[in-house]
């Protein structure tokens, strides 16, 4: 089973460059997020989704943007890459309300210079 | 804004020994759920163990054990017989409309 999974695993990106994160589930899963974590800190999260087609912000959500066009899939934007933005990011599903376990995938490290 | 604290930012034990994480947690609802999510060096992410803010049952599994002391807001991890395999970052979390988590504990189970 592939349940969450994240594309690309690893970028080097220059300052002022963009580029999208992709995620993808396939557990027909309503609730998607996008979370970052810094060295030795807990996950942060900056935007989520409740369903196709919704998008909502999260604790840190600028400098990102996000698109849910189709259920099974989630993208990250970064439009202007900055150095504060070097983290690893992690993606994640769960079925539905609060209760419910949240699935995540193996992470996508960024490092901008 | 709701806040997860893990005010042990690092612990060790020795193997087969009994470790207990802390972590507290602000909220205003009654009903919600917690979080143990373990964090190995490979950073996958991997749910220990979870908890109903309504059940007043701690929740087990296995080796995995919590204490949760609703009024006080408080939720920790009890780890019995340690193993070398524990060794990993553990995160609180709280979920609400979304998921927030402490800044985690490092533990290290030593031979």
């Known amino acids: 089973n592939a349940g969450v999974t994240q594309t690309p695993k690893f970028r080097v990106l220059k300052t002022g460059q963009s580029m999208t994160l992709l995620c993808a589930q396939d557990m027909n899963h309503e609730y998607m997020y996008w979370y970052r974590q810094d060295p030795g800190m807990g996950l942060r999260l900056i935007h989520y989704?409740?369903?196709?087609?919704?998008?909502a912000k999260g604790e840190v959500p600028d400098g990102y943007n996000v698109s849910r066009l189709k259920k099974q899939n989630f993208l990250l934007g970064l439009e202007s890459a900055a150095p504060s933005q070097t983290s690893v990011y992690f993606c994640?599903?769960?079925?539905?309300?609060?209760?419910?376990?949240?699935?995540f995938g193996e992470g996508s490290w960024l490092t901008v210079v | 804004a709701q806040t997860v604290t893990q005010s042990q930012p690092e612990m060790s034990v020795q193997e087969a020994e009994t470790v207990t994480l802390s972590c507290t947690y602000d909220t205003s609802e009654n009903n919600y759920y917690l979080f143990w999510y373990k964090q190995p060096p490979s950073r996958q992410m991997i749910l220990v163990i979870r908890?109903?803010?309504?059940?007043?049952q701690n929740a087990t599994e296995n080796r995995f054990s919590v204490n949760f002391q609703k009024a006080a807001k408080s939720f920790s991890l009890k780890i019995s017989d340690s193993q070398l395999g524990d060794t990993a970052m553990y995160f609180c979390?709280?979920?609400?409309?979304?998921?927030?988590f402490g800044g985690g504990t490092r533990l290290m189970v030593k031979p």
């Open positions: 994640a599903s769960s079925p539905g309300h609060s209760g419910n376990t949240i699935y």
């Open positions: 908890q109903e803010a309504y059940k007043q």
């Open positions: 979390a709280k979920a609400g409309n979304m998921l927030t």
């Open positions: 989704s409740v369903g196709e087609g919704t998008t």
